[in-house]
Structure formats: C-alpha cells, structure tokens
C-alpha cells in the first residue's frame, strides 16, 4: 500500500505562487509514476502533471505547462507542484496520485491523497 498526503493549499490572489507537496509513505517503487491531478465543483478529474520516480521525466497538460512545474525529492519521498501566475478558474480541489502505469487519466492512478484546496481570488 501507498500512502500518499498533500499539503500547501491556501487561498492566493490572481498572479500569486503556491507550492503543493505530498508526502508519500509505504510501498513505492523507484519505477513508479506520481501526478497531480485537479477538480473544480462539477467537473471531471482533470490531469496536470505527471513525474517518473526513476529519471525525472515530465509530462505536463498543456493547460498549465507554461506555469506549473511538478517535480520530487526521493530522498524526504516528496512530490512537489509549483504553480506560478495563479488564475481564478486554477480554483480547485488538488490531489497526487500514484502508480505504476502512470497515464494521463484517473483510472491509471490507484492511489490518492485526500486533496487540498486551492483557492485563487480575482
């Protein structure tokens, strides 16, 4: 089992900077993927980021590429998303997940956080 917390959320004027962690404890393999996830009230899980454990390779949505940057420290088992020139429509729940397979889609992921809040005023 993975366990996996998020931590950083807040509330954030428009333009401002936040950083997401979150902390993963149990089982987790080098060949591991982690990412971030979203969702705003009424809308579907939608993917951001994602990270391998083994390497370092990214892949962003292009909806948050230009801003956001995912990346971890192996060493405290943190995965980190900077977000940068924060937008009122960025307001959502925020959540890391974690697995093997590593996709772009929610099924891919079968563990989760519990998210945090991210709140971004206009």
């Known amino acids: 089992q993975v366990q996996l917390v998020e931590s950083g959320g807040g509330l954030v004027q428009a333009g401002g900077s936040l950083r997401l962690s979150c902390a993963a404890s149990?089982?987790?393999?080098?060949?591991?993927?982690m990412g971030w996830f979203r969702q705003a009230p009424g809308n579907e899980r939608e993917f951001l980021a994602r990270?391998?454990?083994?390497?370092?390779?990214?892949y962003y949505a292009d909806s948050v590429k230009a801003r956001f940057t995912i990346s971890k420290d192996n060493a405290k088992n943190t995965l980190y998303l900077q977000m940068n020139s924060l937008k009122p429509e960025d307001t959502a729940v925020y959540y890391c997940?974690?697995?093997?397979?590593?996709?772009?889609?929610?099924?891919?992921?079968?563990?989760w956080g519990q998210g945090t809040q991210v709140t971004v005023s206009s």
């Open positions: 990270i391998r454990l083994s390497g370092g390779s990214t």
């Open positions: 997940a974690a697995d093997i397979i590593g996709g772009f889609s929610q099924s891919h992921y079968r563990y």
């Open positions: 149990g089982r987790t393999f080098s060949n591991y993927f």
